[in-house]
């Protein structure tokens, strides 16, 4: 089987990339800029005895989109398992949120989902099979001022989940998304000591979480053993809600 992963350049998206990989899947990189980091995920899936190619493209434009799902399937066949995680942050306060701020976000975060989705729905349809996978956030769940571009649209990938989740289940496709708190990726590195430790204070576990923690609910959610789930949001943030 082929999945198909986008921002799987670095990140959490590599490290889903290579937990398909491990499993034996054939995995389509897709990345929109950083291509040698691109390559580097290649290797490390192609390590693990899979073919894995790399596709550049702006998941935010269907057009582009519907190249790069042509060009998977023609390298690596079919996409049998689409990740939505490609996503950007343009942090602000509403009040000093510009429009181009807030599109921007919605292109990549929201419309990039119906893209793919769109896109790769009908071929899983004629399998009866199929798995697609939205990466949402904690932000989603529970809102994070400064971040309503980026929260609304990582609520809205639940709905979304939940809608397609009711569309395409007698065909046997399970559609669910994950909810990642605070993961050790280079966005987190980035913050501020003192907003690192009010973030720690609040998670349970007392600690970030791992990239791969991540990538290991994906693979589960992609897997014979979650056939029965669908239309489920799992949260993977250490306890940060409780």
Not at 97 to 106: A, G, I, K, L, Q
Not at 131 to 139: E, G, N, T
Not at 210 to 223: D, G, H, N, P, Y
């Amino acid at each position: 089987m082929t999945a198909l992963v986008t921002g799987a350049s670095r990140g959490i998206g590599r490290a889903i990339a290579v937990a398909f990989a491990e499993r034996g899947h054939d995995v389509a990189v897709n990345y929109a800029s950083g291509a040698d980091s691109a390559r580097e995920t290649v290797k490390l899936c192609e390590a693990r005895g899979v073919r894995a190619v790399a596709f550049a493209c702006d998941v935010s434009r269907y057009a582009a989109c519907q190249e790069m799902v042509g060009k998977a399937e023609e390298a690596l066949g079919g996409v049998d398992i689409l990740v939505n995680n490609a996503g950007i942050t343009r942090d602000g306060l509403l009040m000093r949120m510009s429009e181009e701020r807030f599109d921007e976000v919605y292109s990549v975060n929201l419309k990039s989902v119906y893209n793919l989705s769109r896109l790769v729905v009908a071929g899983m349809m004629k399998k009866r099979w199929g798995r697609v996978i939205s990466l949402s956030s904690v932000a989603g769940l529970y809102g994070n001022a400064g971040q309503v571009n980026y929260s609304a649209m990582k609520a809205a990938v639940i709905g979304f989940t939940k809608s397609l989740a009711k569309e395409v289940g007698s065909r046997g496709i399970t559609v669910n998304a994950i909810a990642p708190g605070f993961i050790e990726t280079d966005m987190t590195a980035a913050l501020p000591e003192k907003a690192r430790e009010e973030a720690l204070a609040r998670i349970a576990l007392g600690r970030f979480g791992q990239a791969e923690e991540v990538a290991k609910t994906a693979a589960f959610l992609a897997s014979d053993d979650a056939a029965y789930i669908t239309g489920h949001t799992i949260e993977v943030s250490g306890g940060i809600s409780l």
